[in-house]
């Protein structure tokens, strides 16, 4: 099994622009998290899906934010537009089905800069 | 308010020594308690889980303590080695609904030779 896989591991864009970063979950894994983290505010989630429907986005900073999971093994975050705050890194989690007491899986993540 | 405390914020030993980091936490309704190693540029990874009825678990040279009691806990590193040198996160879920996980801010191990 590959892990979780994200895309890209680095992306630096302009404020302004539109940046979509990509997860594939592991196969079987129903729960996908997306979460960020800062140096000064640690990890934080953002927000996350069961069964691909969003279940809690009460994370999600604002309206430039946005998350989809068309199906069980693909999620996208979205950032439109852009803002230099935004500068962090992003991952991606998958759990299994009934597994609350057993670790989530996390990618390597995405390193957003944004300048 | 649901928190997650740990010390010391960094650490900074010898290769062979042993160390221990610890986590204070507030969260109520417990569910469980894990412990996760990140490495510069990687994302975490689960070293160990501990339910209510757990006090210590193993993973090899790590070994994490809970006392519910006092809503404590600890990891223990044994004969560190240079690989050690990471993040380590002191995670509490709770039993609400979406099982939020609250994650502490880390203690950074840095082992030196």
């Known amino acids: 099994d590959a892990g979780v896989i994200q895309s890209p591991r680095h992306e630096v864009t302009e404020m302004g622009q539109e940046v979509t970063l990509r997860c594939k979950p592991i196969?079987?894994?129903?729960?996908l998290f997306w979460y960020r983290q800062t140096m000064m505010r640690g990890l934080e989630l953002l927000i996350y899906?069961?069964?691909?429907?969003?279940?809690?986005d009460s994370g999600m900073p604002e309206d430039r934010f946005s998350a989809k999971m068309p199906n069980a093994s693909f999620s996208t975050l979205k950032i439109q537009p852009s803002e230099p705050r935004d500068s962090a890194v992003y991952f991606c989690?998958?759990?299994?089905?009934?597994?609350?007491?057993?670790?989530?899986?996390f990618g390597s993540g995405t390193r957003l800069t944004v300048v | 308010k649901n928190q997650v405390e740990q010390s010391p914020q960094s650490l900074i030993i010898l290769e062979g020594k042993n160390c221990t980091l610890q986590?204070?936490?507030?969260?109520?309704?417990?569910?469980?308690l894990r412990w996760y190693k990140q490495d510069t540029g990687r994302g975490p990874v689960s070293l160990t889980i501990?339910?209510?009825s757990e006090n210590t678990k193993s993973n090899g040279r790590y070994t994490a303590t809970l006392d519910a009691d006092t809503k404590q806990s600890s990891l223990h590193i044994t004969a560190s080695q240079l690989s050690d040198s990471a993040s380590y996160i002191c995670?509490?879920?709770?039993?609400?609904?979406?099982?939020?996980?609250?994650w502490g801010a880390g203690t950074k191990l840095i082992i030196k030779p």
């Open positions: 989690a998958s759990r299994p089905p009934g597994q609350h007491n057993y670790g989530y899986t």
């Open positions: 501990m339910t209510f």
């Open positions: 986590c204070n936490y507030t969260v109520s309704p417990f569910s469980n």
């Open positions: 196969s079987g894994h129903d729960y």
């Open positions: 899906f069961n069964n691909n429907v969003p279940i809690d």
């Open positions: 995670v509490v879920s709770d039993t609400g609904s979406n099982y939020q996980l609250i």
